[in-house]
């Protein structure tokens, strides 16, 4: 699959006359938890030339590429630098991700530089907070739950929870997430669950947790409650800028 996926991005970079600045793994693969089928979510940030630039318009800033279990999905450098500056958690993601497939300059290390600076709280919450209401409104209405289901609604909810407690950016890897849970049977259960996710396919069901989803039911509530705590934040534009002008400025690789 490494392989295939280093075609691909070459593909790429030669059918839109991109420079692929970093990709790197997303989804369940980087989050420490995957299935034996498991797909690879590729992500990616590129460059134009810096003539692309320079229209009034605005072209497509978005390359995707979806076959059976690889999915890749790249964001333009300026298009990524906008969400950021937003919170965009998808961006911190992938920036955190400990899977790298390409690096061709040094962007990625400037950009993990300034991301701090570009987080919010209140916003990152909001996001996180959101996804794990609708992963528990799905798990609480099946009787065999997939188990995915169970590991997308736990890591949200713990993102919340750390961002709550510790005013900043979540850690990417999910075990980073386990100190979180103080209660001694629900993190016996998820290490249980862990062990169980590893040997099955994506589209396995297990049986309902229900002691499981009303501690995590517990944990929202409390985030719900702290949200307005939280100030609302944004970094300066001028520095992203100037990210944006060396980046498609440079001689490219």
Same mark, same amino acid.
């Given at each position: ?46 460059? @134009?030339?810096? @003539? ?26 300026? %298009? ?6 937003? *919170? ?37 919450? @909001? ?18 739950? %997939? ?41 016996? %259960? ?19 947790? *229900? ?39 440079? *001689?490219? @690789?």
């Amino acid at each position: 699959m490494q392989e295939l996926i280093q075609q691909k991005l070459s593909e790429i970079e030669k059918q839109y006359g991109v420079q692929i600045l970093f990709a790197s793994e997303t989804g369940s693969r980087a989050w420490g938890f995957p299935s034996p089928d498991s797909d690879y979510d590729v992500r990616f940030i590129y460059r @134009h030339t810096c @003539h692309w630039y320079l229209s009034i318009d605005e072209p497509r800033d978005t390359i995707e590429y979806l076959s059976s279990d690889l999915d890749l999905v790249g964001w333009d450098i300026r %298009k990524s630098l906008r969400l950021l500056r937003k *919170t965009n958690a998808a961006m911190f993601e992938r920036l955190a991700s400990p899977i790298l497939y390409r690096q061709q300059t040094d962007f990625r290390e400037r950009l993990l530089a300034l991301a701090p600076a570009y987080f919010s709280c209140r916003a990152g919450l @909001h996001h996180y907070l959101s996804m794990a209401h609708n992963y528990y409104t799905a798990c609480e209405a099946e009787d065999q739950v %997939k188990l995915k289901s169970y590991f997308y609604l736990l890591r949200t909810a713990l993102c919340s929870l750390w961002i709550v407690e510790q005013q900043g950016v979540p850690p990417l890897q999910f075990r980073e997430l386990l100190p979180l849970v103080k209660d001694q049977r629900m993190r016996d %259960k998820t290490e249980e669950l862990l062990v169980l996710k590893a040997q099955v396919d994506e589209s396995y069901r297990h049986p309902k947790e *229900t002691e499981l989803e009303l501690y995590l039911k517990g944990i929202l509530h409390y985030c719900d409650n702290r949200a307005n705590d939280l100030e609302k934040h944004q970094g300066e534009t001028e520095p992203l800028n100037e990210l944006f002008r060396k980046t498609i400025a440079s *001689t490219w @690789h």
